[in-house]
């Protein structure tokens, strides 16, 4: 993602562009088709809403005319304040606007060293294994990494309809309030699921995985996507308070708030497609099928793409990058997207966007941009180029990586709709005050 939105703004800029994507000649193990900007965990960009983090981001990207989020918006479908797309048509739909720009060549070949030319990686998290030793020689650091996880897709005509209902949180959604299906646990049936996924059987992670960047944070994951079994093993009742949690919705026919609920999010646009929300998982395949179809309203779902866990590789920014992000031993070699230590979709949009017309401007001598730290793009850059490398983790937008407002309302929501308004300022300030 981070390298089509760096690509298309650099061409956009005037800058003829070589975009290399080794897909399908070389497999990442966790995508499935040859297509750009595939998206291969959630279907979700996050909230729309401009009092929160991500709104606030997705904001930024669209003031500054990203292609990853017009089409997001193009490609997007109900879910309830959430910024979903259907994730065949947006890939498909990047894939048309990168190969059919005039000064775009797509070379698909696997790149196994950081060329000497002028140019941005944004080889992604799941970075070759050699073009990872080359990056790890190149930085002088140990490459940091961990293990992330996606969750499974099921088809929508094996959820048993009798046994769910739909409904977005706080009913807050535009249309009917069907954006999601919610499957309903009583406190029984919670804590049966819970024991199931403890003692399922988990696929063992690849030697390859674990030896690739020797010695490095070995099996370490992300706290922003934890397995649900790793979430049950801190206690029985996390997942009641996690992804499982049941805030904000009532079933219709008990009038009641659920013991625990698991949530499906469409994920194509006529609705064949289901994933379940925040549900990652490494289960065994046959183990996913026995646990997840405990769930009520799944008793005979059919998976679609089972849950599985990869290699997320990201580097030590602290050291290494500016907040250009630019190499800080190298001005022509920029880094973008995940690699970098930003999580979420819109963090590799942002730094794909930023990286992209940074190289304009060095190749082109003007002043390179570092945004203001009161917009979240400035402080997602400000945040992996600054922060302490001992228990650096990948950061997602977040209200916590903003600059403290002077006199913040009390009111939680009308704080971040505070930081969403200076946000807004803040950046049409700083493109403003920007030569001709």
């Not at 061409?11 to 998206?39: C, D, F, I």
């Not at 930024?60 to 979903?84: D, K, Q, R, T």
């Amino acid at each position: 993602m981070a390298g089509c939105e760096a690509a298309w703004q650099a061409a956009q800029n005037g800058l003829n562009v070589r975009l290399y994507e080794m897909r399908p000649k070389v497999e990442t193990g966790a995508h499935k088709s040859a297509k750009l900007a595939e998206l291969v965990c959630s279907n979700s960009l996050g909230s729309k809403l401009s009092d929160r983090a991500s709104g606030i981001l997705k904001n930024e990207l669209s003031y500054l005319n990203s292609l990853l989020i017009n089409v997001a918006e193009e490609c997007s479908l109900p879910a309830g304040n959430a910024l979903a797309v259907d994730r065949e048509l947006f890939s498909k739909r990047i894939t048309e606007a990168i190969t059919d720009h005039p000064r775009i060549e797509l070379v698909r070949e696997e790149v196994t060293s950081i060329p000497d030319a002028p140019v941005i990686v944004a080889s992604g998290p799941l970075t070759s294994p050699v073009l990872s030793k080359a990056i790890q020689a190149f930085t002088g650091e140990d490459s940091l990494y961990f293990f992330d996880a996606i969750s499974p897709i099921i088809a929508a005509d094996g959820i048993e309809s009798d046994s769910v209902f739909t409904a977005s949180r706080y009913q807050f959604s535009e249309g009917n309030n069907t954006d999601y299906i919610n499957c309903p646990f009583d406190e029984q049936q919670y804590y049966q699921f819970v024991q199931a996924l403890l003692t399922a059987e988990r696929l063992p992670l690849n030697k390859l995985e674990t030896d690739i960047l020797s010695g490095v944070n070995a099996g370490h994951y992300f706290e922003g996507c934890l397995p649900v079994e790793v979430i049950a093993e801190r206690g029985p009742d996390t997942l009641a308070f996690g992804p499982m949690r049941p805030v904000g919705l009532k079933d219709p026919r008990t009038g009641k708030r659920p013991f625990a609920v698991v949530q499906l999010r469409r994920d194509n646009l006529i609705g064949s497609m289901y994933n379940l929300v925040g549900f990652q998982t490494n289960l065994k395949y046959l183990e996913q099928k026995r646990v997840f179809r405990m769930i009520p309203g799944l008793e005979r779902a059919e998976f679609m793409r089972y849950g599985q866990m990869h290699r997320n590789t990201f580097i030590a920014s602290p050291k290494v990058l500016k907040p250009t992000l630019q190499a800080v031993s190298r001005d022509d070699l920029f880094f973008a997207g995940q690699i970098t230590g930003v999580e979420g979709y819109l963090g590799n949009i942002a730094t794909g966007l930023l990286a992209g017309l940074n190289i304009e401007r060095l190749l082109n001598k003007k002043p390179l941009l570092t945004f203001p730290t009161e917009t979240m793009l400035g402080s997602l850059c400000h945040y992996i180029t600054h922060a302490d490398l001992k228990d650096f983790q990948p950061m997602k937008s977040n209200l916590g990586i903003l600059p403290a407002l002077p006199n913040p309302p009390r009111d939680k929501r009308e704080r971040a709709a505070a930081y969403s308004v200076r946000s807004s300022r803040s950046l049409e300030g700083f493109l403003s005050l920007l030569p001709a």
